[in-house]
């Protein structure tokens, strides 16, 4: 059975910091492309950043420069460093796992407001 579980959301100040976490079981991690995607009330789904087998990433145009995507396969874990927060970030952030089929987690929130 996959697992997919975030982690690290928050409340912060606009400007300020948050480290997401997404831990998978049940996949060969090392093996699996790792995504971040956002979700804003009233809005579609939308892609942030993604971190490919080979350490290669990509990011939003809205977050590049802020944001960072890492992971560590002897964690089987994804992280995603968001600095200079603005309230527009504001969002439920989910993982997604992709190995032979799509993972999805269940969604981590993510509030920036003073």
């Known amino acids: 059975q996959v697992q997919v579980v975030e982690s690290g959301g928050g409340l912060v100040q606009p400007g300020g910091s948050l480290r997401l976490s997404c831990e998978v079981s049940?996949?060969?991690?090392?093996?699996?492309?790792m995504s971040w995607y956002r979700q804003a009330p009233g809005m579609q789904r939308e892609w942030v950043a993604d971190i490919i087998t080979s350490g290669g990433t990509r990011y939003a145009a809205s977050v590049k420069g802020r944001f960072t995507i890492s992971r560590d396969n002897d964690k089987n874990t994804m992280y995603l460093q968001m600095n200079s927060l603005k309230p527009e970030d504001t969002a439920v952030y989910y993982c997604?796992?992709?190995?032979?089929?799509?993972?999805w987690g269940q969604g981590t929130q993510v509030t920036v407001s003073s």
């Open positions: 049940g996949i060969i991690f090392s093996s699996a492309s």
């Open positions: 997604k796992a992709s190995w032979r089929d799509n993972y």
